[in-house]
């Protein structure tokens, strides 16, 4: 799954774009015109056949599939909201929902300042930091199963890697994913270790941009280090914060792959995520139409929080 | 939106290195400020010191996993020794003669390699028409487009599954590769990158009798070039490393994908460690061969996109 | 890359003039060589070779059918069966398991398979497999679940071998006394899962559902004291989830490593635990009120969109009745075979360790049969087993997970 959609810093130019107005083109001919619409109809249909048929399509049928019972192997049959209630009902909605707010509440922080650290330290004329750049950002582009199983190994609990070494300092470690409530705490670990390096480039890249000018006043001015980061720095970066805060968000409430892979959603369901539940739902427990109603409900809650946020930034982010 | 300094700052790393990136943290340069440079010489060292700790830490997983997939017999009681009494390269040949990850990689290959270049393509035309086709309802139609950004592929597992099953492309590499033809963020990415190219190129053009298509194919992209390695690199991966899908909709081992053979792996053989983390250094190798290539083009890349 | 694009796409056609080829010509009788496709978890972790054994008897006699082998690990296999049936990619012939039979046949997955040669099976086992009088599935083994013991460790701890006649007291005494965590060693292990807690229910005089089978009924003093022997044994006698208990092969990993005096699971381990440097041997499962083993049976059936239903019938058949089968099952100890011949299963009782095979035929004097629900049975399984390891977790008292269960099952069974 790509990562990296850049959402929110565009929202704005949908309400104003920089392009001129269509209103412009008025006055051509009728021929030109008709030229011109096939020329826009050329560039933007390789496009949207695809999203409207993969992602705008199956999204309306979700809704209507939700409004049925169906194990996908026998016709559907028409349940009204009935899925909607059941799932209400089921104490796990809460729980899958509970788990991965759990995981966005435990992988942000650590991501963000591990990212952060990493790319203050990036930044400055240190030897090496290609390498170290690379070095970093190379989880980013290992698949999540080989994550998952890699972790899983060093996190083994009677052998792994992680618990010998512990054990050699006189600590009896955990049992890590095997252990209810040290499951969701590993897929976190994990999930951090792999995504810092992208947050690293992505905190990176905002902070080349920012105007030299302003560290120089700061330091006329006699601020610090730690001064200069606190307000000029962090201020500045908070475009890129805000986008890492977005997108993680959004990424983190259709955390799947490192669960499948890590603890399955268990031990006992006590790892599992929203979108675990929905692959359960249809896959193991034949029920399409509560997995397409707990689908609905996920986008809404996305929706809701991207919107809130969008909303929020005007307090705290600085476009400059 | 970025600025050239940014893009220069990154591309140039040991021209640039003393310059501007320098002072972000607060490091003076020498010339102005020499009374403290002992101290800040220590602290220089010491944060090489711990940004080397830190790499070592970050990079011990995949050492772990190179020594354990050269162990033979990895994992049947304890964990392997850091340096194996007798390494071997078993595990690698049973991968490839015992299971069929020869075929696996030429899966996962085919999918990435297709997809990256689709997205390509509908990325660059969408991006030029966002651009540069200024037309009724723009505004709508990309902000539309955006929203799928929030609509992730397991949400719609159900009704592409179906509809996938109605088109009788379940279990084929066509049904694998269709909802990943177009993605918001490719799009976005480049059509960004475009409206960063100078106006003037495409009058100049236009003057010359250059029509939209020519102007795309011989000014627009050719000026693109980071932005598209930053896709090439995004779209490989997301493809490569891609697994919901791939497990639900490629049912025949033949047509199996890397993660997915990888996932599998695991059930089958619970104990041979070994050959698991063969096949993980086996899957991250193409990977990474992708990114030494387009390394110096990914922050750049993200740079232009305007997420600063 | 166009080219494979176009490749790419022409191949998607041929798939859909195949399939739509097949629908058009259903069954028809295999003239050339065919290949039919067989996906399985019995024999995985052990047993490959086994089954490899059958296929190359059965293609030697059959010489125009090739029988190609998808093995997948049991707690995969459900949910890829359930995706092949969706997406209409069955294999030709699957395993299937006696509680979720049921439900598939209700839904039109399994194909009538003809059989010539009904004597041959115990005739409880085919009858578990038809309904309205037409057979959809055939048994393909049965086995049960007894109780492994370590004897040197029972010999080091001075504690008399378990017998027939143990209950849940002598086992719990014994247990005890085993445990030596100081070492390493534990005493006992059980997994806490649905599986063990219905036939615990049963050997505590419970019933898991109610009459109507709409219901549940364990949240009941049997049901909770059940409950309870399962998970006071975790932290006391048996190794705690934190330790990694539950996790896949742990506890016979325990076994093997000679860490483990006694280890409740089913006959189907006996090839895994056969190279091990001590001596070991089985007995029937204590009881508490009633004596009550687990007994499960897998069977196979014949997808109803196969395009060769009649090869694949042939296979199925073979695999489940064939000389070859049950030879290779009664000597590899792989279960045992759903014959009705009396006589080839007596030469099980000779077939090397464990000692005592009798007690595999003795557990079958009193069996649980696992419950079975019409609708919603692995989800009503997957709760059970959460629901407890909540409580072995310490996460909930037992009454707590019991009622939570009950709860839920019946929104998931009812109506």
Known sequence: MTTIPAVLPAVDEVVQPNAPRPSARRGRSRRARVTYALTVLAFILPSAIPLAMFTLGPMVAAAWVSLHEWNLLAPMTWVGLDNYRSLLADPRTGDVFLHTIYYIAGYLPLVYIGGLTLALALNTALKGRSLLRGVYFLPVITSWIVVALVWRWLLNPSNGIVNTVLEAFGIAGPGWWSDPAWAMPSIILASAWKDIGFVMVILLAGLQAINQDLYDAAKVDGAGWWRRLVSVTLPLLSPSTFFVVVISLINGFQVFDQVYAMTGGGPGGASQVVVQQIYDLTFRYGKAGEASALSWLLFAVVLFVTVIQIRGQKRWVNYG | MADATMADATTTD??????????????????????????????????????????????????????????????????????????????????????????VMVNSLLLAVITTVVQLFTSATAGY????????????????????????????????????????LLNTY??????????????????????????????????????????????????????????????????????????????????????????????????????????????????????????????????????? | MNRKLVATAGLAACAALVMSGCAATPSAAPAGPVTITYSNFISNDGNEDNLSKIVDAFEKENKNITVDVKTLPYGDYGTALQTDLAAGTAADVFDIEYSNYASYQANGVLAEIPVDNADAYRGTLL???????????????????????????????????????????????????????????????????????????????????????????????????????????????MPTIEQGQGTADFDTNLFKDGKLAMLHTGIWVFGAVADVPFTWDIAVEPGNTDKASAVFSNAVGVSATSKHTEAAAKWAEFLTSSDTMVQTRLDAGWELPPISDEDALATYLDKGAPANRKAVFDSLDGIALPPVVAKGQTEMQDITGEELVEAQAGRKTVEEALKSAEKRINAVIGG
């Open chain 3, 127 to 237: 009858d578990a497999y038809a309904t309205d009088g037409k057979q959809y599935a055939l048994p393909s083994s049965f086995s049960d679940v007894v109780l492994y013991y370590n004897a040197d460790l029972f010999d080091a701890a001075g504690v008399d071998y378990p017998t027939n006649d143990w209950t849940w007291e002598d086992e719990k005494a014994a247990a005890l006394k085993l445990t030596d965590k100081a070492k390493g060693v534990w005493g006992d292990h059980q997994p806490v899962s649905f599986y063990e807690y219905y036939k615990a229910l049963a050997q505590n005089g419970g019933d898991f559902l109610a009459k109507d089978g709409k219901s549940v009924a364990f949240n009941s003093p049997e049901g909770i004291e059940a409950a309870k022997w399962l998970v006071e044994k975790s932290g006391t006698v």
């Open chain 2, 174 to 308: 066509l049904g694998a590769l269709l909802p990943t033809f177009a993605t918001a963020f490719g799009i976005f990415l480049l059509r960004q990158a475009i409206n960063q190219v100078p106006r003037e190129l495409d009058e100049a053009a236009t003057i010359d009798g250059a029509g939209h298509f020519r102007i795309f194919w011989t000014i627009i992209l050719p000026n693109i070039r980071p932005a598209l390695a930053t896709l090439v690199v995004f779209a490989f991966m997301g493809s490569w490393n891609s697994f919901l899908w791939p497990l639900v909709v490629l049912r025949s081992p033949e047509l199996q994908t890397l993660p997915v053979a990888l996932a599998g792996l695991v059930g089958q053989y619970t104990t041979q460690w070994d050959v698991v983390m063969a096949g993980s250094v086996v899957s991250v190798l193409p990977m990474l061969a992708l990114y030494i290539f387009a390394q110096k083009y990914i922050i750049q890349g993200v740079a232009s996109s305007g997420i600063k």
């Open chain 2, 14 to 103: 040991a021209t640039t290195a003393d310059a501007t990136p320098v002072r972000s943290v607060g490091r003076p340069s020498l010339k102005r400020d020499t009374r403290s440079g002992t101290r800040r010489t220590v602290g220089f060292v010491l944060l090489h010191v711990v940004m080397i700790i830190g790499a070592l830490l970050m990079f011990f997983p995949f050492l772990w996993t190179i020594i354990t997939s050269i162990s033979p017999g990895a994992g049947l009681t304890l964990a392997p020794a850091l340096f194996p009494d007798n390494p071997s390269l078993a595990a690698y040949l049973q991968l490839f003669t015992e299971r069929p990850f020869g075929q």
């Open chain 2, 129 to 168: 028409a966002f651009s540069r086709l200024p037309f009724r309802g723009q505004g709508v139609v990309f902000a539309i487009y955006l929203a799928t950004m929030m609509i992730p592929l397991q949400v719609l597992i159900v009704p592409l599954f179906s509809e996938l099953k109605a088109f009788g």
